[in-house]
């Protein structure tokens, strides 16, 4: 968790255009999430950023998704299309608790 919260701070300093995070609060307690999660809708405000998530509320702040399955694109658009489509691999991911489809 540690590691974690001293990268971000990095990227905080750096000011980057470009944003990679990377499964970014899977180590740390529910306290310490909440916060980071508060500091990373700050640091993603107007700046393009790339998002590998599991879990469920980290993919709402997204404007687009795509997912992945077996190493091939599955889908990829607007997540508020694709959360609404009912043929959509994300919206059964939504329907199922992304956590328990992906586990």
């Given at each position: 968790g540690e590691a974690q919260l001293l990268a971000l701070a990095r990227v905080f300093l750096t000011d980057p255009g470009l944003v990679i995070l990377d499964e970014a609060s899977s180590r740390l307690d529910p306290a310490t999430e909440a916060l980071l999660e508060r500091a990373i809708d700050k640091l993603l405000t107007?700046?393009?950023?790339?998002?590998?998530?599991?879990?469920?509320?980290?993919?709402?702040?997204?404007?687009?998704?795509?997912?992945?399955?077996?190493?091939?694109?599955?889908e990829y658009g607007a997540r508020a299309s694709l959360a609404t489509n009912p043929q959509s691999e994300f919206y059964n991911l939504l329907q199922t608790g992304l956590e328990e489809a992906i586990a």
């Open positions: 107007g700046r393009t950023a790339v998002i590998i998530a599991h879990r469920l509320h980290t993919v709402q702040r997204a404007d687009e998704i795509m997912v992945l399955g077996n190493g091939r694109i599955l």
